[in-house]
């Protein structure tokens, strides 16, 4: 150890000694690396932490739950089923015996990833599923389809930034008895599992989300409305599945009513006043592909006639929603 490093007056292993073993750093380089780290600190978004231990106990879904909880996704051929915290693999292992889909599980003990994987084997799937020992915030989801979670609630909410995410919108996520804070499921259903805690039988609650695609921002498009080209500028608030927007339409304002995401899939409505004066109906509905929305929009002017036209939405970096419409509030 360096000579000029050791604190020759402190006791051998005291915090004096330990803390004199630190490099002295000059003071005012440490006033700046002090500045510079409380510039970063204030910048950087926070990140979750990765907890390297044990967060739910192991108490395995009833096999009932396991096939309610497939049915309710949906699961099928063209199916990646990952059960996050995997246990003796029977969700997983459920998905590909009874609808052939494929997947992986991933639990954080090692005695379970063994024995999940012994019985896949068993049961005839073993060429389709893996299990893995690992953390499930360290999970890589990218390939997945179906999401399965029955950990406690607090373990839930903390992967819920992870889930929106990584997964892509339209993945099915369903969970065993517990659910995301306020992020609502778009399903569920209670029923009497008489296999549950070891054959004693009791309610089962299974939910179910598909995860929205991103339409937070500024999207703009043009529709030809009563003979012209009209522009709309709106503005979208998302939380979840649901939103909120407004639009600017010349130099009119209004709300969308009822903004609804399932997956990659928006429908919202709005009533609006479109030059010279006559208010229309419009009830838009799309599929949502990164900046774009492609989709139709039924346009009815009141006392005329409904007409359905192709609806293509693009999103902006700025908004003209504020620009001054030249008219004053009287
Ligand atoms: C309630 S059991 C569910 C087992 C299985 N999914 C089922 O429904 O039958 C929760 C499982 O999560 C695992 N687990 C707990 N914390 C974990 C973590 N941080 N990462 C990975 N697995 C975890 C436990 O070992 C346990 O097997």
């Known amino acids: ?18 803390a004199d073993r630190i490099p002295r750093v000059p003071r005012g380089a440490a006033v700046l690396a002090t500045a510079v780290l409380l510039l970063l600190g204030s910048m950087a978004a926070p990140l979750p932490l990765h907890a390297q231990e044990r967060f739910s106990l192991y108490v395995p879904s009833p096999q009932s739950v396991a096939e309610a909880m497939a049915k309710m996704a949906g699961v099928g051929k063209s199916d990646v089923v990952v059960d996050l915290g995997s246990g003796d693999g029977r969700i997983v292992t459920t998905a590909a015996r009874l609808h052939g889909a494929r997947g992986f599980g991933v639990d954080i003990n090692p005695e379970l990833v063994d024995l999940a994987s012994s019985i896949a084997k068993k049961s005839g799937v073993g060429d389709r599923v ?11 989801l990218r390939k997945a389809t179906v999401v399965n979670i029955y950990l406690f609630p607090e373990l839930m909410r903390m992967l819920r930034p992870k889930l929106l995410n990584e997964l892509q919108p339209g993945t099915r996520i369903v969970s065993h008895d517990f659910n995301f804070g306020t992020w609502e499921p778009d399903e569920q259903l ?43 500028a709106s503005i979208v608030e998302q939380r979840f599945q649901v939103g909120e927007g407004i639009v600017r339409v010349g130099n009119r304002r209004g709300l969308f009513t009822d903004l609804k995401l399932r997956g990659e899939q928006v429908s919202f409505g709005l009533r609006i006043t479109i030059d010279p004066g006559v208010l229309v109906t419009h009830e838009f509905r799309g599929t949502v592909k990164g900046d774009s929305i492609e989709g ?35």
Not at 9 to 18: D, E, I, R, W, Y
Not at 130 to 140: H, K, M, P, S, Y
Not at 197 to 221: E, T
């Open 1 to 18: 150890m360096p000579h000029q490093l050791c604190n020759d007056h402190a006791k051998p292993g005291s915090a004096t000694a330990v």
């Open 130 to 140: 893996t299990f893995i020992q690992q953390n499930v915030f360290d999970a890589d």
């Open 190 to 232: 209670t029923f009497f599992a008489p296999d549950k805690f070891g054959g004693a039988g009791a309610d089962a609650r299974i939910s179910l989300w598909i995860v929205p695609a991103k339409i937070h921002g500024y999207w703009n498009w043009s529709l030809p409305v009563g003979g012209r080209v009209v522009n709309y």
């Open 296 to 330: 139709t929009v039924r346009v009815t002017p009141d006392g005329g006639k409904a007409a359905d036209l192709p609806w293509r939405a693009a999103r902006t970096s700025g908004t003209t929603y504020f620009q001054p419409t030249g008219l004053a509030v009287k």
